[in-house]
């Protein structure tokens, strides 16, 4: 890599390409060393708006959420320090031999250092009906298109901005999707199931991923009617095991979302708009069902976009192929973060490649979290480096992700390798400190159901539905590798009706009565019985109650219930 | 003659008489709890025995001064005092007047406290002064200057609590540390409306069973998170107050990006306290106007401590409850002075009336009180941790004065304490027992207690109460002001040092005014009328129960959000018996159990440390209840019993702080200190936990 020049050196040009989150991150970290002088900065965002936080889409789209709740950067801000921020400008293609990015507007920006922080896209399905809309893959951006007028009347959505017409065009295929139709990735999609919902309308999820899921229970939430259209069993079948599953349908049915699971969406049906446009009718199945709606979203899962990599002649694999420094296979002054970057290590895939068969780890995981720790270490080290300061250590690699749904009332997380079933025997070759081991419980009846799959103590996987402590315990245990306790049984406990965990008998004898003094059950019994039986007299004896005073109730009912257990003897012949 | 005094332990400063029984015990007196707002008449098992210390056969009733074989013998006043002024005289000759050190305590009165700033920078010339309270109160101090330009523990009295719908108390063990407090949360309990954050379901958090509040059962040290996750559900549900935070605050803009980054469940993923619980918590804050935010020291007590205690002030601010009647956000005080001891001087970068000795303006004011030029007033010093690693270092502290502390008990690290104070060519230790620091003295003088001697102290809530003398100190025993005034005069100092707690309150009421503390309007008389004085306290006044009520500290009259982030989360795994540490009380000791240890019903109740270890845990490591463990990282070694629980998190073990020797908890604890209030790390500490027993068997 050509090391930046230290001291009275021009400052180093960092382009950004992509204002998602994550790129938002990476300019909040550069800003101290783009005010002081070392670095030089230039923002290309593709959407009008200010960044985002696309994980919270779901809520703004419902109405859960106001639209400052998704805000990140203060971009004024960053604009005053100095970074060039250009909204609404989509980069159309890298020239690496030059170190420029050109711009879909023309012209062309010169780089030291390019980061791609392009995100993803929304998986468009194969269905009969959106063949043009399904993009292809490495398709360029057009400038041609870009420039030309909104593209996409999505349906009774307000109006949209140029810039977000220019970021639809980042992902649409020959044609735009039919009115009442959507994905949910930007603003612009969020405005048209913003008014569906308001309207009141009939919403049909297509997927029921992690996304789709918590889009249906905050539509059902928001009093809308809703229905999640899956293929397979069970809903977020990539997080969830059958149990756990199994338990979300009916969680997610009781919350007032009608649930379709083996079904294979086949073909979109369309019928005429009040303006006489085609638009969203039904979703029709392989099995003939026909799932009616007023608007359609598609929730089946993103793919990196990586067709300005492509087309520089970048490494692509799922995702821009960066090594552990984020730094592209290809080429050294180029770097991927968040969505779009697939951080594997060159030596491992070059095989791979050669082959023209890329698989490998390091696919990117659609979690903002490893995304926003890569925009923070790049910053960190760029600035480090501008200023001839000691590097920051390598980021270790991403433990599995841990995913949980956001919605009120519904508690689902799950974390790790949750693929093994209760009996399954392991291959042979584990000592037996170290073997595998699972733990299950379900109470369907209630709502509650929970897999832990550890080694050594220390959680591989997990699974927990309506156990809200457990599953919060075990996401805390799972992140920093810590061991369970050993007594699993535990973990189920923080989550009983009645606690305290121990359930422990207020009038036991050794149970504190004043806390002030420190005074317990049968102290008080005894001095009771020493006295004349009062209150005064306990307190006088023992102190018990000349703090705050808030015991002398207690004390009053132990010396009551003290003077009935002493009656009884003498009750007893008449009592047989 | 009885007199009408407060209790000699924490900050709650309870009302009790103090009447002398000079026939049958001579040298004590009979204790009986007062009618007072904040104590009702009521004391803790603390208080009622507070008097076995008057007349304990431990006692230190004559100076002490080393012998070469390392015995102490008994000596008279003057040739103690004269030790003393010599060798820190030669020792500022030889080695400059930062060589000489003054380590003070947040429980020494308000005279004393003064006394010592003053002694500090005008007899000794040094800018090495600082105290315990920086263990204490630090963070929360830093915290509230900067968010209301000021800092007073509770900005309103106590009883205001009464009448609270909600109160979220975050990292502080009321029921444990100052009882007759938990009668001021009995309003919320009855309206469900207590909330408590704890690593363990403490004897607070238990005061929210049956359905008098809810516990939040966070990991330690993730108070941080939390606090931002709340304030991120409060902006996001629409329950922020924006008309407060246009009119009052500046830099909510930030902060409510910033806590944009924090839903619900990426906060669950670093507490462990489930989205749902944050909710119905913020929901609750958020449902009228009766809601109060208290932070104690599980809050403040890290290296993040005064960021973490912002954020309890954000959240409250955002919530708009900070200089309304009805709500507010506080912070509870832990030492019986903690309130008085930080603002008159004791502090390393503080003159009186919490005046900033770097501030010129400031310094020209004290001076002229203290009749000397500005320019000898020395300029900031260290914070403790600092102070205590300079002692034997090269160019470092050679000569320490400590007063009402025992840092080797008390400070972080103390085996590095230990190993420091013993490197010097003085030690002198002012005490009425013979602690484990006083052990290691060169000197010891005998001092006062608290119901042998006049003075002020201020409580929790800024109201400056009175102490007042009930009997006569032992015969060879001295105030700490008379010991300042003989050593001030040996060592030719500049100023006058009366040893008349009136005459010196008078004068410390002089060198406030003006000052964020002004206590200009006091005196003893005043206040032996029984007047309810809350400072600040122009004359002329009627003092200021509520702060803020107008505005706050800062010249535009507003208060600073300032936006803080925890650092990234990097928490090693926690396996093979690491677990995390937290440190606190216990209901029958206080601080170092330098005074409660010598209390025989006390320490029979408690006589020793015990770590407390979850059941399941203690399982996995073959741990039976009341065995003997070992707890230990690179700084050392804890050996005490254990004592099971489930009401403690399974990953975190908590050990009282008040022991010493093997079972000194902070045997453990890091010297790390937070950048902005150099308030150690005590409460997220990394140790190794096995039977003892195992031990011996491995070696």
């Not at chain 2, 106007?289 to 809050?299: A, F, P």
């Not at chain 2, 501030?359 to 205590?388: F, K, M, N, T």
Request: proline residues 6%.
């Amino acid at each position: 890599m050509r090391e930046h020049e230290g001291a009275g050196a021009p400052p180093m040009h960092v382009v950004l390409v992509g204002f998602g989150p994550v790129g938002a991150r990476f300019v909040e970290e550069l800003l101290d060393a783009v005010r002081s002088g070392v670095v030089r900065l230039t923002v290309l965002g593709a959407e009008a708006h200010d960044p985002y936080n696309r994980v919270l889409l779901a809520e703004y789209a419902v109405g859960r959420a106001e639209r400052e709740r998704l805000d990140l950067l203060d971009t004024a801000a960053a604009v005053r320090a100095g970074v060039d921020v250009r909204l609404g400008e989509i980069a159309a293609a890298i020239d690496r031999e030059r170190q420029e990015v050109r711009l879909a507007s023309g012209g062309s920006v010169r780089y030291d250092r390019l980061v791609l922080a392009t995100g993803a896209r929304a998986n468009v399905p194969t269905l009969v009906g959106l063949e043009g809309a399904r993009r292809e893959r490495g398709a360029a951006p057009d400038r041609g298109r870009v420039t030309g007028a909104g593209s996409a009347d999505t349906g009774g959505g307000p109006d949209i901005s140029r810039g977000a017409a220019a970021a639809a065009v980042l992902d649409s295929g020959r044609s735009p999707l039919p009115p009442g139709v959507v994905v949910l990735r930007d603003l612009a999609d969020a405005e048209v199931v913003r008014s569906a919902i308001h309207d009141s309308r009939r919403v049909v999820v297509l997927g029921a991923g992690v996304l789709g899921m918590e889009l249906a229970l905050a539509v059902a939430e928001q009093g809308a009617e809703v229905v999640v259209v899956h293929h397979g069993d069970i809903p977020m079948a990539r997080n969830l095991d059958r149990g756990g599953g199994r338990l979300l349908s009916r969680a997610a049915r009781s919350a007032g979302v009608a649930v379709v699971a083996h079904a294979r969406a086949e073909t979109l049906l369309l019928r005429d708009g009040r303006k006489g446009e085609r638009r969203f009718d039904a979703l029709g199945c392989a099995d003939g069902k026909v799932i009616p709606g007023d608007l359609l979203v598609l929730s089946c899962g993103v793919g990196a976009r990586t067709e300005l990599a492509e087309g520089a002649g970048l490494a692509v694999a799922a995702g821009i192929l960066v090594d552990e420094e984020l730094r592209s296979w290809t080429d050294p002054d180029v770097f991927a973060i968040g969505d779009c970057a697939q951080v594997a290590d060159p030596a491992a895939g070059a095989d791979g490649v050669r082959s023209g068969v890329i698989r490998m780890p390091g696919a990117p995981s659609g979690l903002i979290g490893p995304g926003w720790r890569q925009a923070d270490w790049l910053a960190r080290t760029f600035a480090s480096e501008a200023t001839a300061l000691e590097r920051p250590p390598l980021l270790p690699p991403e433990r599995p992700a841990v995913v949980m749904l956001k919605a009120e009332g519904v508690d689902v997380v799950s974390g790790g390798d949750i693929s093994a079933e209760l009996w399954d025997e392991e291959p042979a070759g584990h000592a037996d400190s170290c073997r595998r081991e699972i733990t299950q419980w379900a109470d369907p009846a209630r709502g509650s159901y929970l897999k832990l799959i550890t080694r050594g103590g220390v959680v591989e996987g997990f699974v927990s539905v309506g156990l809200a402590r457990a599953g919060a315990e075990l996401t805390l245990l799972f992140e920093r590798g810590s061991e369970v306790p050993s007594d699993r049984s535990v973990l189920l406990r923080l989550d009983a009706a009645g606690e305290p965990v121990t359930a422990s008998d207020p009038l036991a004898p050794d149970a504190t009565v004043c806390w002030c003094n420190g005074v317990s059950v049968q102290s008080v019994v005894d001095a009771g019985a020493a006295g004349d039986g009062s209150v005064a007299c306990v307190s006088a004896a023992t102190r018990a109650g000349t703090g705050c005073g808030g015991c002398k109730g207690r004390i009053a009912e132990i010396l009551a219930s003290a003077a009935l257990v002493a009656a009884r003897p003498l009750a007893a012949p008449f009592a047989g | 003659m009885p007199a009408d005094t407060h209790c000699p332990y924490c900050a709650l400063q309870c009302a009790m008489t103090l009447t002398p029984e000079p026939i049958t015990r001579p040298g004590s007196a009979s204790v009986a709890g007062r009618d007072f707002p904040t104590n009702r008449g009521g004391l803790c098992k603390k208080g009622w025995t507070s008097v076995e210390l008057l007349d304990s056969p431990e006692r230190i009733t004559r100076p002490l001064v080393r012998q070469g074989d390392g015995t102490f013998a008994e000596v008279s006043w003057p040739d103690a005092l004269d030790l003393v002024a010599t060798t820190v005289a030669s020792s500022r000759a030889r080695f400059g007047a930062d060589s000489v050190a003054v380590f003070g305590g947040g429980g020494l009165t308000n005279e004393k406290a003064y006394q010592l700033g003053k002694f500090a920078r005008l007899a000794l010339g040094t800018s090495r002064i600082d105290y315990n309270g920086r263990f204490c109160m630090s963070s929360a101090a830093a915290a509230g200057n900067r968010a209301f330009g000021i800092d007073r523990g509770l900005p309103f009295p106590v009883e205001d609590l009464d009448q609270a719908d909600t109160i979220l108390l975050l990292g502080s063990n009321v029921a444990a540390t100052m009882p007759p407090f938990i009668g001021h949360l009995a309003g919320a309990r009855e309206r469900g409306g207590l909330v408590v954050v704890d690593p363990r379901r403490s004897a607070t958090a238990k005061l929210t069973d049956d359905g008098a509040g809810i516990h939040l059962q966070a990991a330690p040290g993730s108070d941080l998170v939390l606090l931002l996750g709340l304030t991120h559900i409060v902006f996001a549900k629409g329950l922020a107050d924006l008309d407060y935070l246009a009119s009052r605050t500046t830099g909510a803009d930030a902060l409510r990006r910033s806590t944009n980054a924090w839903w619900p469940e990426r906060v669950q993923a670093r507490t462990g306290v489930p989205a749902g619980q944050l909710r119905a918590v913020a929901r609750r804050l958020a449902r009228g106007r009766g809601s109060y935010i208290l932070t104690g020291r599980g809050v403040e007590q890290h290296v993040d401590g005064t960021d973490t205690a912002t954020a309890a002030i954000n959240l409250a601010l955002v919530l708009g409850l900070v200089g309304r009647r009805g709500s507010g956000y506080g912070t509870m005080t832990g030492q019986g002075n903690g309130q008085g001891g930080r603002e008159h001087g004791q502090k390393c970068d503080q003159l009186p009336g919490y005046r900033k000795i770097s501030d010129p303006d400031a310094r020209e004011h004290v001076a002229r009180v203290w009749g000397v030029d500005p320019s000898v007033i020395p300029g900031p010093g260290l914070p403790a941790v600092e102070l205590l690693n300079e002692l034997g270092e090269l160019g470092g502290v050679r000569c320490l004065l400590v007063h009402g502390s025992n840092v080797v008990v008390s400070a972080p690290d103390v085996e590095h304490v230990r190993r420091g104070l013993a490197t010097l060519d003085l030690l002198v230790v002012c005490d009425f027992f013979f602690s484990e620091t006083a052990a290691l003295a060169d000197v010891v003088l005998p001092v006062t207690q608290w119901a042998e001697e006049e003075g002020t102290m201020t409580s929790l809530e800024g109201r400056v109460l009175r102490r007042r003398r009930a009997l006569e100190a032992p015969a060879e025993v001295r105030s700490e002001l008379w010991i300042l005034q003989e050593l001030a005069r040996r060592l030719g100092a500049p100023g006058e040092y009366s040893s008349d707690p009136a005459v010196v309150f008078d004068e410390l009421a002089r060198a406030s005014a003006g000052g964020l503390a002004d206590y200009s309007g006091l005196s003893h008389e005043l206040l032996d009328t029984g007047i309810a004085a809350y400072w600040p306290f122009a004359p002329g006044s009627e003092g200021t129960p509520r702060l803020f009520l107008d505005r706050f500290a800062h010249p535009d009259g507003l208060a600073r959000i300032v936006d803080v982030a925890p650092a990234p989360s990097e928490e090693a795994p926690q396996q093979g018996g690491v677990l995390t540490l937290i440190t606190g009380r216990l209901l029958e000791h206080y601080q170092s159990g330098a005074q409660t240890r010598r209390v025989p019903e006390l320490a029979r109740a408690q006589p020793e440390a015990r770590v407390q270890i979850h059941p399941a845990t203690a399982a996995g490591l073959g741990i039976v209840d009341g065995e003997v463990v070992e707890l230990s990282n690179v700084r050392g070694t804890v050996r005490c019993r254990a004592e099971l629980t489930a009401d403690i998190r399974h990953d975190t073990v908590f050990l009282p702080f008040h022991f010493a020797g093997v079972e000194c908890a902070n045997i453990l604890t890091e010297r790390a200190t937070d950048p902005v209030s150099g308030m150690p790390e005590f409460k997220r500490t990394r140790v190794r936990l096995v039977a003892s027993e195992r031990v011996v068997a491995d070696a």
